[in-house]
């Protein structure tokens, strides 16, 4: 694998975050022939058998797709080992006939970052780094700082001082990083970082490779679960957009290597306050960076880093972009919990922005439509009360009971409307 410039494409040496030549960011590409797609899937259901973490792993599996690294010391909590469910009510309420949720948010430590930090805290120990670094809107932060954990680096994470999870911060506490709260947002944070030095510090944000390079693999989890059978639509939210370059550039690898004969369309939906990306897709010309303002926070980004790669990925894919507004997100992250299936509020925004795709007509009823579930319910359990509390669509409250007699008579109403459906 050869690490190059995604922008200006002159190649990259290992030590840089960017082009030397023209600021862009790094991608590798893959080399030639590295394993046949028949071998590759024997291959890999041979290690769907095996105990071995690395084995199991739903990025270490598929590690001769990865950059070259010593699999004898990889940095892995078996991530990426994670579920597709179907979701009747989902669906029903999308208009769809049906509908399956990629849950990545049944990652080690809840959400898909875990499958690129994997390899970028593999890549830092590896490289000797002492210390990590990230700018976080909360995930990304306790995804690196579980995984320096387990490498014996300083994790260090630089947070918005308001307006994220407490929980993601309580869980990134608890893995022992660093955490220091700055009086701007996101986009301010992760703006100081790119200023670091990455021979000091190990940047790990997504503008580093190696994160593409593991969150790529979610691709192949999909469609390993699928029998290598493609959807016609993939639908993600859309951030900081590592993870929109990630599965497209997953696709297109399997498509190269033969394992499947086209790409998905792919459908990224942003947060209506924080869009830049949606209305450069719609308008286009350059990013204009906008002040983010949207309660999904893990999408709460004005200026994404990776805009430029994911353009190019949803072009590829003859995808679109939209945006849809925090009213719908909330009430769809409802829907998803109905069937069972928890996830935070930036996940919902998939099925926020297929219910609008649909009721648009681009994205028809009978079409096979994956929804990627980013991060998991317990990530923000404080949003879920709030939307319960409030007299919200879907909304579910705690009955207090009276007496022994008043909460009988409750459980034999509710035995009763059951046994009556
Ligand atoms: C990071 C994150 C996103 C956004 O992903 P990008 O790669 O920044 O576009 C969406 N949802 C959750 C839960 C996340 O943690
Ligand atoms: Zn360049």
Redesign the pocket.
């Known amino acids: 694998m050869e690490l190059g410039c995604s922008d200006c494409g002159i190649p990259a040496s290992d030590e840089a975050l960017f082009c030397a030549a023209c600021g862009g960011l790094l991608a590798f590409e893959p080399g030639a022939g590295v394993i046949g797609a028949a071998a590759l899937r024997a291959l890999l259901r041979e290690r769907r058998a095996s105990n071995e973490h690395r084995d199991r792993s739903g990025v270490w599996r598929y590690r001769e797709l990865l950059p070259a690294l010593d699999p004898e010391r990889i940095v892995t909590l078996r991530e990426n080992d994670v579920p597709l469910y179907g979701g009747r009510g989902g669906a029903a309420y999308a208009g769809l006939d049906d509908v399956a949720y990629l849950h990545l948010?049944m990652n080690p430590t809840g959400?898909?970052?875990d499958a690129g930090m994997t390899v970028a805290l593999t890549h830092a120990a590896q490289t000797g780094a002492r210390v990590a670094i990230c700018a976080s809107?909360g995930?990304?932060a306790a995804s690196m700082a579980a995984y320096a954990a387990r490498a014996g680096i300083q994790a260090v994470v630089l947070v918005p001082s308001t307006g994220i999870s407490e929980s993601k911060v309580a869980q990134t506490l608890d893995y022992g990083a660093a955490v220091l709260g700055i009086p701007g947002d996101f986009d301010a944070a992760l703006a100081t970082v790119r200023e670091l030095d990455p021979r000091r510090v190990a940047i790990v944000n997504?503008v580093n490779p190696y994160r593409i390079e593991g969150q790529k693999t979610a691709a192949f989890v999909l469609l390993e679960q699928r029998a290598w059978r493609v959807p016609d639509w993939l639908v993600l939210?859309?951030?900081?957009?590592?993870?929109?370059s990630a599965f497209g550039k997953g696709f297109r690898e399997a498509l190269a290597l033969g394992l499947i004969d086209r790409l998905p369309r792919i459908a990224v939906v942003q947060a209506a306050g924080a869009a830049p990306f949606a209305r450069l897709f719609a308008a286009g010309g350059d990013m204009i960076p906008v002040k983010a303002q949207t309660t999904a926070t893990?999408?709460k980004?004005g200026a994404?880093a990776?805009w430029k790669k994911a353009l190019r990925e949803v072009r590829a894919a003859n995808g679109t972009v939209i945006a849809v507004d925090d009213a719908a997100i909330a009430d769809a992250r409802a829907v998803i919990g109905r069937d069972g299936i928890g996830c935070?509020p930036?996940?919902a925004a998939s099925l926020a922005g297929v219910k609008a795709l649909v009721a648009d007509g681009v994205i028809r009823a009978s079409d096979d439509v994956v929804l990627v579930l980013?991060?998991h319910v317990l990530?923000d359990t404080a949003y879920a009360a709030a939307y319960h509390a409030a007299p919200s669509a879907f909304a579910n409250t705690i009955v207090h009971t009276r007496d022994r007699a008043d909460l009988l008579a409750r459980i034999d109403e509710l035995a009763t409307a059951r046994a009556g459906a």
Do not use: D, V
Not at 237 to 244: H, I, Q, V, Y
């Open positions: 948010g959400s898909f970052k809107t995930n990304t997504s939210p859309g951030g900081n957009l590592g993870n929109t893990a999408i980004i994404p990776s935070e930036a996940s980013t991060g990530k």
